[in-house]
C-alpha cells in the first residue's frame, strides 16, 4: 500500500506578498482580495496523493511583519519542507526572500526541501534573475500565482516528491 507521510512545512516572506493566499488556494481552493495580514502564524493540513504516497501536510502560514521575525524558528525548526514566497512585482520583497533563504541555510534543517515561489505570476511576466538565484542555492523556483490559481498545487506537489520516503 502507500506510505503515509506527515510533512510539517512552513511559508516564510514579506508582508504582502501571497502566503496566505497560496495557502488559501491551496487548502480550500478560494482567493480573497483584500485578504488580511496574518497576526503571528496561522496552522492548515492538507493532503496530497503523488504516486507511492499520501503526503499529510501540517502547514504553518507565518506573518511577515518584522515584529513577528523572533517567532520564526519555532515554526521552521523541524520543518520538512519551506516555501518562500516573494512578490515578484517587488525587489523588496525578493531580496527579503534572499534573507530567510539565508537564514535557512545557516539555521534551519540541513535535508529541508525548500522552493522559491515567485507570485503574483498573473501581473507580470517572468524574473530569470530568481530563476538563476533558486538553481546557484539549490531551491527550486516556481512562478505561481494564487489568484489566477496558476501552479499552487503543482507547488506543493513539486515539494511533495521531493520529500524523503522514510
Ligand atoms: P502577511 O500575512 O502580511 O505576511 O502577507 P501574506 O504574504 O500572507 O500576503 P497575503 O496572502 O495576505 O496577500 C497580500 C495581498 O496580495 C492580498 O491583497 C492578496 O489578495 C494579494 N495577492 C496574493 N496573491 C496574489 C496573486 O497571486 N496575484 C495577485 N494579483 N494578488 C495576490
Ligand atoms: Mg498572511
Known sequence: GN??????LVLLGDVGAGKSSLVLRFVKGQFIEFQ?????AAFF?????????????EIW????????HSLAPMYYRGAAAAIIVFDITNQA???????WVQELQAQGNPNMVMALAGNKSDLLDSRKDAQTYAQ???LFFMETSAKAATNVNELFYE???RLPRV
Open 3 to 8: 506510505k503515509n507521510i506527515n510533512a510539517k
Open 36 to 40: 488580511e495580514s496574518t497576526i503571528g
Open 45 to 57: 493540513s492538507q493532503t496530497v496523493a503523488v504516486n507511492d504516497a499520501n503526503v499529510k501536510f
Open 61 to 68: 502560514d507565518t506573518a511577515g511583519q518584522e515584529r513577528y
Open 93 to 99: 520583497s525578493f531580496d527579503r526572500a534572499k534573507k
Open 136 to 138: 546557484e542555492n539549490g
Open 159 to 161: 515539494i511533495a516528491k
